[in-house]
């Protein structure tokens, strides 16, 4: 089973004046909501996380819905054969999130693991689904926290660009 999941980093707040409403995508992207993140593979107790509390936790769900539709991009879905790769890099340093769909599956690793560690493996309309649902529930935290997120037509956006799925 897989549990996608956050902490906000008290080490790097938000601006005080920031006007949430108005954060372009810049902002909410690389400057705001900085944490850490993680995935976890539950029935294994294992994950793959991060501990340097300035990862922007909005970013990471946006790029980990766009990695999940980039690995779907072979017609033959979950019966492609051919490996499909896609990477989540982090801005303020050179490590990296490594992506690979098989089939139905997709191994995750990152630079960060020992080299005798195995990658993650999901189910990958699991972690579609459990990304989604993370991108929408961060969403929601975020919004509670921050007056006028909630009305920024770029949340909007991305709300509508990856909805929940079944």
């Not at 920031?18 to 909501?33: G, K, P, S």
């Not at 017609?75 to 990477?87: F, H, L």
């Not at 139905?104 to 309309?125: K, Q, S």
């Not at 921050?146 to 709300?159: F, K, R, S, T, Y």
């Amino acid at each position: 089973m897989l549990d996608i999941g956050y902490s906000l980093s008290r080490r790097f707040p938000d601006p005080p004046q920031t006007d949430y409403r108005r954060a372009d995508v810049q902002a909410l992207r690389h400057d705001l909501f900085c944490g850490d993140v993680y995935l976890a593979d539950t029935k294994a107790d294992r994950e793959v996380s991060t501990a340097w509390g300035w990862v922007p936790v909005l970013d990471f769900a946006w790029a980990l819905c766009d990695i999940v539709e980039q690995l779907d991009r072979d017609p033959r879905g979950s019966r492609a054969a051919q490996p499909q790769y896609a990477e989540l890099d982090f801005t303020e340093s050179t490590d990296r999130m490594l992506f690979e769909r098989r089939f139905g599956w997709v191994d995750v690793e990152a630079d960060w693991m020992h080299g005798d560690e195995p990658p993650l493996t999901f189910n990958h309309a699991e972690l579609r689904r459990e990304a989604r649902d993370f991108l929408h529930d961060l969403i929601a935290d975020l919004a509670d926290m921050h007056e006028g997120l909630a009305d920024n037509p770029v949340i909007w956006d991305l709300q509508a660009r990856f909805p929940r799925t079944p």
